[in-house]
């Protein structure tokens, strides 16, 4: 099967701790994305990243950080500098084409944070 | 600045009723526009995608959208609504006068379709 999957889907930490959310997809897409889910907000952009070992800032970067070692994996650490980390995260990817464009997000199932 | 508008938190409908889930947006070059849905605790399903062409399209589960570039908006409408339909839908675009892979997502329209 074909899809992006998400690891843990629940995750507990303590305040303090730093935690690391997989995502990994096997679509062959080149450009990945981290939202961060809140009640009545709609999904806000964390990171984004269109190859390997290059990555950017999305609108609510603080806190966050991300690597993109391989294509098929962009994982997402949650640090302690991140105030308010309890949240529903979502991985996305798409296609670029040959323009650079991209299409459609194919999402993850989702992560479920609580820290307290 | 780019933006999605979804106007209306909740909408509700009656089972086999027509729906409309609204959606406009403004952007500084020509839109790539998106619907997608989300049933609880679970990541986004993609519905339909306006990016060139007609301006009705046609989606999943019955679902279509249509394109006015003057209203600047891309409403959701389905003909028969069903009560599996209920769900958060949400309003994607990318800006591709922006130089950008960024998509703006609006902040999502829970519909219930009532039996």
């Known amino acids: 099967d074909g899809g992006i999957t998400q690891s843990p889907k629940y995750l507990f930490r303590k305040e303090g701790q730093n935690v690391t959310l997989s995502c990994e997809q096997n679509?062959?897409?080149?450009?990945m994305y981290w939202y961060r889910q809140d009640p009545g907000q709609g999904l806000r952009l964390i990171y984004y990243?269109?190859?390997?070992?290059?990555?950017q800032k999305g609108d609510i970067a603080e806190g966050y950080s991300v690597s993109r070692e391989k294509k098929e994996s962009f994982p997402l650490t949650v640090t302690s500098a991140q105030k308010n980390p309890t949240a529903f995260y979502l991985c996305?990817?798409?296609?670029?084409?040959?323009?650079?464009?991209?299409?459609?997000?194919?999402f993850g199932p989702g992560t479920r944070l609580t820290v307290t | 600045a780019q933006s999605v508008a979804q106007p209306e938190d909740q909408v509700n409908v009656a089972e086999g009723n027509p729906l409309t889930v609204k959606c406009t947006y403004s952007?500084?070059?020509?839109?790539?526009l998106f619907w997608y849905v989300q049933y609880p605790n679970r990541g986004l399903q993609f519905l339909l995608k306006?990016?060139?062409?007609?301006?009705l399209v046609k989606g999943s589960y019955g679902f279509e959208a249509e394109f006015n570039k003057s209203q600047t908006s891309f409403h959701l409408k389905k003909p028969s609504a069903l009560v599996s339909d209920s769900a958060l839908y949400f309003c994607?675009?990318?800006?591709?006068?922006?130089?950008?892979?960024?998509?703006?997502f609006g902040t999502g329209t829970r519909l219930k379709v009532l039996a």
């Open positions: 996305a990817s798409s296609t670029l084409g040959t323009s650079g464009v991209s299409y459609e997000q194919y």
């Open positions: 679509l062959n897409h080149d450009a």
């Open positions: 990243s269109q190859i390997v070992n290059d990555f």
């Open positions: 952007v500084s070059g020509n839109p790539y």
């Open positions: 306006y990016i060139t062409g007609d301006n």
């Open positions: 994607a675009v990318r800006d591709m006068g922006s130089g950008t892979y960024k998509y703006i």
